[in-house]
């Protein structure tokens, strides 16, 4: 029995801490409570499905059939927007490898000294110049780094999270970097198709019932009703978080830095980030460069396993199992090491000692156990079997 290396050439997310879900060989990153996404989808879905089948008949025979095409427009719209904020990387920071960890840590010892027992250690923080203001860059005692500016790190995701948002479970994603000018235009064209969806419904319902009267008309299309709670319920919620992330970007102002007042309240600095302009604001957030990612998820990396090999014999040849054993056990021609000659430059000490282990040395023939009796087989296979265990007696 041998132990051999097998050597498997596996991607990065398979090995990624965090705690995130990836989907088509890494190309889709996600959290892992995906419960609400699946909710907003089905929200979206279903109101839309809705009104194309029970209102865009009508309203494009009465009114216009220009009313279905942007309808479908702008609902694929909100689809691609949702899913490219779920399904990518929000600017995840990779954590420190364990020779960098314990440099880092070596640094932190030798800065702050030893500590004395029962005494809480100083914060571990760096201080970086940006706009002739300082800012504290804190250290992550998961990821065992120094966060960038503007990064956190996210409780239910376990990653830092480079200008990190806020983790969001209606997209089921965090919001960071990367991902949140996507997500900025998936909360405004929702708006935008909830209060389309819901003029056109109200629309819908009065020239109905000009016709028919109102009770008729309800008890006619019952979609319309529905899709009329649903939109009113979900308006304020949609339309106010639009507003507040606009008030947001035209500040360069993060919601987790909203919440925490970092650069508001008394004793604060201003936002170094701000440049006093709400068009460059808005520009530098909703049109600035495609960051990549850090991440390197897809990449490749080996994994070293061992497994233990076993070289098994057909059934009922001994001969050949006797063979097929490995070098370390013993061969079946006995070697006899003659003892040491002394010479000039062995020790007076060790010299007595080696001619007395010369005299008493016995023969090979000495040294040879009895042979066992053994008794007559009719197989040769066995008789070749008794012939190699002699052997291995010597």
């Known amino acids: 029995m041998s132990a051999v290396m097998i050597t498997r050439k596996v991607r990065k997310w398979e090995k990624l801490p965090g705690k995130n879900t990836f989907c088509c060989d890494g190309r889709v990153m996600m959290a892992r409570q995906k419960g609400v996404f699946y909710l907003t989808l089905f929200l979206i879905v279903g109101t839309c499905s809705l009104f194309f089948a029970f209102e865009c008949p009508y309203l494009a025979v009465h009114l216009s059939p220009t009313i279905p095409v942007f309808a479908v427009l702008l609902f694929l719209f909100v689809i691609a927007m ?38 809480r250690p100083p914060p571990r923080i760096r201080n970086v110049q940006i706009n002739n203001q300082i800012v504290k860059l804190k250290y992550c005692y998961t990821c065992k780094i120094f966060r960038p500016p503007r990064a956190s790190h996210c409780s239910i995701c376990d990653n830092c999270v480079d200008r990190f948002d806020h983790h969001c479970p209606w997209v089921g994603n965090c919001v960071g970097k990367r991902n949140y000018r996507y997500f900025y235009l998936f909360t405004m064209s929702l708006s935008l198709l909830t209060i389309y969806i819901f003029t056109f419904d109200i629309v819908h ?190």
């Open 205 to 394: 319902v009065v020239m109905r019932s000009v016709d028919n009267g109102f009770l008729n008309t309800l008890k006619e299309t019952p979609g319309s009703v529905l899709e009329v709670l649903v939109c009113f319920f979900t308006l304020w919620s949609v339309v106010g978080l639009t507003g507040f992330h606009t008030y947001l970007i035209s500040l360069n102002q993060t919601t987790n830095e909203d919440i925490k007042g970092s650069w508001s309240g008394k004793n604060r600095v201003q936002n170094p980030y701000s440049h006093k302009n709400i068009m460059k604001n808005c520009c530098e957030v909703l049109c600035g460069p495609a960051y990549p990612s850090v991440l390197d998820r897809r990449g490749l990396m080996h994994e070293d396993s061992s497994a233990s090999a076993t070289s098994a014999a057909p059934p009922g040849n001994s001969m050949s199992s006797s063979n097929s054993m490995s070098s370390s056990t013993a061969p079946t021609t006995m070697k006899t090491t003659a003892p040491p000659i002394p010479n000039e430059h062995t020790p007076e000490d060790v010299k007595p000692s080696i001619a007395a282990s010369e005299q008493k040395s016995p023969s090979p023939k000495e040294q040879r156990p009895p042979t066992p009796k053994i008794p007559p087989l009719a197989s040769p296979e066995t008789d070749a079997d008794a012939t190699i265990t002699k052997d291995k007696t010597h």
């Open 82 to 119: 949702l899913l490219r904020t779920s399904f990518s990387d929000p600017g995840v920071l990779p954590r420190a490898l364990p020779e960098e960890a314990s440099f880092i840590e070596m640094e932190i010892e030798a800065a702050n000294g030893n500590v004395p027992a029962g005494q």
